[in-house]
């Protein structure tokens, strides 16, 4: 979704906020990936990529989760004119044909809304999906401290509580 596509990096973390969304029983679902890039071509510099998403119950065992879009932004502190001089979104022209034709499919499926610049305070990029692609989580084991699911394709996600080590 963002460019450059060829870009090295490493990722640094992942979390995933979890956040009652005031909407019924509906919860943010965002995966917060923090890198670094490490392309010999480009300067060190840190970015954060959110990918948005909601999740609510399906029934006793299961989540019903659908992605809404996402960003990418560079962390605190780095330098923003070298952030812009990497992730300049290229021109609709520059694409090839195969690109056109996948972003004709992404939009006509998801109702997906490309990134439509970079926003040139903050420098974040972002996309959003009308039509979410969904799925189910299936909840292996949920306790104050742990948060086991199983994805529909058999990813085996296993998530530890941050909130209550840093009360202690």
């Not at 640094?12 to 919860?27: A, N, T």
């Not at 004709?104 to 009308?130: D, R, Y």
């Not at 039509?131 to 084991?141: D, F, M, N, V, W």
Request: net charge neutral.
């Amino acid at each position: 979704m963002f460019e450059p596509t060829n870009l090295k990096l490493v990722i640094d973390s992942v979390r995933q906020p979890v956040v009652l969304l005031g909407e019924g029983e509906k919860r943010s679902h965002d995966i917060v990936v923090e890198f670094s890039i490490i392309d010999e071509l480009f300067p060190p510099l840190k970015g954060i990529v959110r990918n948005l998403g909601v999740c609510y119950p399906a029934d006793n065992k299961n989540l019903q989760v659908e992605f809404t879009g996402g960003t990418l932004a560079p962390q605190k502190g780095e330098d923003l004119s070298i952030w812009k001089d990497i992730f300049v979104q290229p021109k609709a022209s520059k694409k090839g044909l195969k690109e056109q034709l996948m972003s004709v499919f992404l939009k006509l499926m998801f109702g997906l809304i490309p990134p439509q610049g970079m926003n040139t305070e903050t420098g974040e990029i972002s996309f959003t999906m009308k039509r979410s692609p969904k799925g189910r989580l299936e909840l292996l084991y949920l306790d104050e401290e742990l948060r086991i699911t199983k994805g529909e394709k058999g990813t085996v996600l296993v998530c530890e509580r941050l909130a209550s080590k840093v009360n202690n």
